[in-house]
């Protein structure tokens, strides 16, 4: 079983990415984030052979699953704060596994009300990642985490350093994540490997020079962390033309 997700920076703009995409590597679910639109295409992914689900917001955030597997919507919103109408989490049930999808808050500038809400956000993740693995669902968490977690998942260090991505608490929280039990798909197969990004800056030729950052991330519960088998970055769609300053990522399941 293949499970994909990709930040696709407005899924009107990128559809044809997302099909092609489909097409050359035909995962059995994909979750994408930032689709800033007000309605999601699904008719076009319908003629692929997915079914979908989504969460939308008009302009902004936005998150949506597609799946070749009947879906079985669980919820729409992270659970803690009933005044945040933020598109950004979407909970389903695919095959007997829980998949969630998360867009995480970016949280720039650092001490704004965006960083607050950035690190209220992941507290509030923390606590259902908390339910969810002392549950025996298999749990998969993936999105657009918007956490650089360590110095290995960015070209320059010192370039982040101020920035909300790289910033000592949402890399704590991250680290609560994989504490409680949750294995980073991709650390767990390439250890050491330094280069492997999933985002480039649009400017200064970011992505010729290979100066970007890990922010995009797969996280398993224990049980699906046992059936891993692959996970690798696909930088291809990355140098299209008009692309998203986002690579997909995907994990092959046994």
Known sequence: MIVATWN????????????????????????????????????????????????????????????????????????????????????????????????????????SEKFIYKITWMNRLLKQMQSWIAGSTPTLVAGDYNVIPEDIDCHKPSSWMHDALFQPEPRALYRAYLELGYIDAFRSLHPDEKGQFTFWDYFRKAFDYNRGIRIDHILLSPSLGARLERCEIDRSPRGKEKPSDHAPIFVKLS
């Open 8 to 111: 696709i920076n407005s899924i009107n703009a990128r559809a044809q990415h997302v099909k092609e995409w489909l097409n050359a590597v035909n995962p059995d679910v994909l979750l994408l984030q930032e689709l800033k639109a007000s309605e999601f295409p699904s008719l076009v992914f319908r003629e692929f052979g997915y079914e979908s689900v989504a969460v939308t917001q008009k302009a902004y955030n936005g998150v949506a699953i597609l799946s070749r597997r009947p879906i079985e919507v669980v919820s729409t919103a992270l659970a803690g704060d009933d005044a945040d109408e933020h598109a950004r989490f979407l909970e389903a049930m695919i095959d007997g596994m829980r998949v969630v999808n998360i867009y995480l808050p970016n949280g720039n500038p650092v001490g």
